[in-house]
């Protein structure tokens, strides 16, 4: 975990979704040793780490409030992820998840597209929301950077692909996928500047 910086030290964030983005997504993952990186991912997180920027991961986990899938078991499949990072000298610095599933509970402000997991990391960690990026598998992953001030990018890996038209109407890039989304990152302009 990175302390958050002095007052108006604000630092540029990459918020990524988990499933379908990191790691592929077989539904409800409750078991460990179920977790697979998808290609690459590890490298690019990496990558964002030895450039200086925090990278906070915000995910849906509707099968908590369905009952597929436990707070404990959700909470082994993250540790698993973060020992599978280390191994290729990559960290998370943070992880916020959502555990509403939208017909039990109604809506939440904590469920993507929903700012509020956002807003508090943004607090904790001394988030440049306007200086981030947003990068997942689905619009409501990257539909925050809209609200927010950022940038999004669509990974086509997960279900990407369902999403890339409505996506680019609502005019976000599509990328292939975290590798792709990682390099235009540290080649976009307002990031060569710091």
Same mark, same amino acid.
């Given at each position: 975990?990175?302390?958050?910086?002095?007052?108006?030290?604000?630092?540029?964030?990459?918020?990524?979704? !988990? $499933? %379908? +983005?990191?790691?592929?997504?077989?539904?409800? @993952?409750?078991?460990?040793?179920?977790?697979?990186?998808? =290609? /690459?991912?590890?490298?690019?997180?990496?990558?964002?780490?030895?450039?200086?920027?925090?990278?906070?991961?915000?995910?849906?986990?509707?099968?908590?409030?369905?009952?597929?899938?436990?707070?404990?078991?959700?909470?082994?499949?993250?540790?698993?992820?973060?020992?599978?990072?280390?191994?290729?000298?990559?960290?998370?610095?943070?992880?916020?998840?959502?555990?509403?599933?939208?017909? !039990? $509970? %109604? +809506?939440?402000?904590?469920?993507?597209?929903? @700012?509020?997991?956002?807003?508090?990391?943004?607090?904790? =960690? /001394?988030?440049?929301?306007?200086?981030?990026?947003?990068?997942?598998?689905?619009?409501?992953?990257?539909?925050?950077?809209?609200?927010?001030?950022?940038?999004?990018?669509?990974?086509?890996?997960?279900?990407?692909?369902?999403?890339?038209?409505?996506?680019?109407?609502?005019?976000?890039?599509?990328?292939?996928?975290?590798?792709?989304?990682?390099?235009?990152?540290?080649?976009?302009?307002?990031?060569?500047?710091?």
């Amino acid at each position: 975990m990175t302390q958050a910086p002095p007052t108006g030290a604000l630092r540029p964030c990459v918020f990524l979704d !988990r $499933d %379908g +983005t990191i790691i592929s997504d077989p539904g409800y @993952l409750r078991d460990p040793a179920l977790v697979v990186m998808l =290609h /690459g991912a590890g490298p690019a997180i990496a990558r964002l780490n030895q450039a200086g920027w925090l990278v906070i991961v915000v995910t849906n986990q509707s099968g908590i409030s369905r009952g597929l899938v436990t707070e404990a078991e959700y909470l082994q499949v993250a540790a698993r992820l973060d020992r599978l990072l280390e191994e290729v000298g990559a960290r998370i610095d943070a992880s916020y998840f959502c555990p509403h599933a939208p017909e !039990r $509970d %109604g +809506t939440c402000a904590c469920r993507k597209p929903g @700012l509020l997991l956002f807003e508090r990391a943004a607090r904790e =960690h /001394g988030v440049d929301l306007a200086a981030s990026w947003w990068v997942g598998d689905r619009l409501s992953d990257v539909l925050p950077a809209k609200s927010l001030g950022g940038n999004g990018l669509l990974v086509e890996t997960g279900e990407g692909r369902t999403h890339r038209d409505s996506a680019r109407a609502e005019g976000f890039e599509v990328v292939p996928g975290l590798a792709t989304a990682v390099e235009r990152i540290l080649s976009a302009p307002s990031h060569r500047r710091r």
